[in-house]
Each structure stands twice: as structure tokens, then as C-alpha cells.
């Protein structure tokens, strides 16, 4: 328990803030990453398909998505993960100003998020979020959900 305890606190401690950019290229999001997470290089681009953000943590792949001008509703992602495999937990999920629900199995860590308040619709900062994690992730399930928690907008969106 002490160690766990310990590896905790150390990588709380070892993790540098991310700043993340969005698919107009602008500077939108940041969190705090930890040292040992390799960044892929993603290419700047307008289709949702492709990530805005990826890292490499040992064998666990995280992957953000934004969806700019769209509201896809964390249910809806869930379904969807879960015609991909079940779950074996959904959790509700509330920080930074986003609210939406935690996916989960053994190979899995997903989250869909949705900003609470309304937004510009042209505001690429208002669009609905995705991270998803894949691979032995029980191992570094801690270390993720941290790093997760700590996304938030460089700058509240300019509300209606």
C-alpha cells in the first residue's frame, strides 16, 4: 500500500503540463503528463476521425479526439465502445468544467466528456471530447485516470 502510495505521489510528481493544440492548430487544452509518456506526432487535420493528440505509455496507446461543431452525446460514444467490446463499468465523470462517463474494461480506458455550459458553436474549445485508452491498461489505470482529471481548457469558451 505504501508503495502504491509512493509510485503515485512520484508520478504526480514527475508530470510536466501538456499544452494541446486543436484542429485549427491553435492552442487549447492542457494537462499534466507524465515524463514517461512518449507524444506521437499527429497531423494537424479536420477529419474527427483522426486524433489531435496521441502518446505512447509502454504498450498502452491514448488517443484525444475532438469533434469541433458537433455535439455527440457521451451516450452515444459509450454505445459505441460498447458494439466495440462491453463494458465491464461506466462511471458519470464531472471536472474542468466537463461532465460525461468513464468506459471501462480490461483492455480499455475511455472517456467521452461534454463542456457543460453552451457555447459558440464555431468555438472549436466548445467541442465534445474523447480520450481512449488501449492495452494493459490496469497496469497504468491510476497514472491515466490522473492524467485525465487534470485536462481542462486553456480559456473558458465565450458563452451566448
Do not use: C
Not at 475532438?66 to 455535439?71: E, H, I, L, V
Not at 457555447?119 to 467541442?127: G, H
Request: without cysteine; proline residues 6%; hydrophobic residues 40%.
Amino acid at each position: 500500500m505504501k508503495l502504491l502510495l509512493f509510485l503515485s505521489l512520484f508520478l504526480t510528481l514527475s508530470a510536466q503540463e501538456t499544452l494541446i493544440q486543436g484542429r485549427s492548430g491553435e492552442t487549447l487544452y492542457r494537462m499534466d503528463v507524465p515524463q514517461s509518456w512518449k507524444e506521437i506526432e499527429t497531423p494537424k487535420t479536420q477529419d474527427t476521425m483522426n486524433p489531435v493528440a496521441e502518446w505512447q505509455i509502454g504498450e498502452v496507446s491514448l488517443v484525444f479526439h475532438t469533434f469541433p461543431g458537433m455535439s455527440i452525446p457521451p451516450e452515444a460514444q459509450v454505445e459505441r465502445w460498447k458494439r466495440q467490446k462491453p463494458a465491464d463499468r461506466i462511471t458519470p465523470q464531472a471536472f474542468s468544467g466537463f461532465s460525461g462517463l468513464l468506459y471501462e474494461n480490461e483492455t480499455t480506458l475511455a472517456w467521452a466528456l461534454s463542456w457543460k455550459a453552451t457555447a459558440k458553436e464555431s468555438d472549436e474549445s466548445f467541442s465534445d471530447v474523447t480520450f481512449k485508452a488501449t492495452g494493459p491498461v490496469e497496469e497504468i489505470r491510476e497514472e491515466l485516470i490522473d492524467a485525465i482529471r487534470s485536462f481542462e481548457r486553456v480559456e473558458a469558451p465565450e458563452i451566448w
